[in-house]
């Protein structure tokens, strides 16, 4: 009921030391500290109702996790009068959602006209909260389940466990570089998806195809004409 207000406490309840941390903008007077045993933030300062309901808006909360817990913290706020009298609490309840975070980049070689593995994996730092990647960006090649027959094809959401066993084979005789994209996500279409795209880039050895035969004919004890042997023309030079 008092004009002025002494001080004020915030606290998370389901408190997770480690995890959540509460902070504020300092004004009009008033300086706080976050006790990070308690999870409780106390502002003092003598100071109007008015100053501090606008000290007590610039509250913030943050989770300092890639993995937090799912538990509902509820943050309760409480104010202190020159009486001195103490506030019943104002409740206000956060609801955590997980965002993916960006997997490692992925490096593979392997010969040409063959099915290559390439392992995906979520970042170590998002713990269960990954279950599938999209699929984008694929680049001189086809890319399959592990069956060798199931086509993976771009935008399409794979399960973490399809992707660590994933096949990509190149274009037929094609050598060189190759690519596809994966982003991670915590469902199975883009609602989930988080972080960056990753790359997977693929080399493709390039291997000798069979050339062509030759027929030639040569009467008997004459020497014939040249024999002239070539590559196959896929191979190149």
Known sequence: NAD??????????????????????????????FDNTTGILTLIGVTSAGNYATALSSVKYVNLTDAPSDLTRTIEFRVTDTDPTTSAPATLTLNLISVADT????????????????????????????????????????LYLD??????????????????????KG??????????????????????????????????????????NILASVNEDEVSDPIVLTPNAVDGL
Request: glycine share 8%; aromatic share 10%; hydrophobic share 35%.
């Open 171 to 212: 274009n037929p005789d094609y050598f060189g570089p190759a690519e596809f994209k994966f982003q991670a996500s915590t469902n199975d279409n883009t609602t989930g998806l988080g972080g960056d795209k990753a790359t997977a880039s693929i080399t493709l050895n390039p291997i000798a195809d069979s050339p062509a």
């Open 103 to 142: 997997p490692a980049d992925v490096n593979e070689a392997f010969d040409e006209d063959t099915f290559g593995l390439v392992a995906l994996a979520p970042n170590p730092l998002d713990g269960n909260t990954v279950t599938h990647f999209q699929i984008t960006g694929i680049t001189n090649g086809t």
């Open 4 to 33: 002025y207000i002494t001080s004020a406490q915030i606290k998370i309840t389901d408190y997770v030391m480690g995890q959540d941390q509460l902070s504020f903008t300092p004004q009009f007077g008033i300086t706080g500290n």
């Open 147 to 168: 069956d060798e027959m199931t086509v993976v094809n771009n935008n399409d959401f794979i399960t973490v466990t399809q992707a660590s066993t994933l096949k990509f």
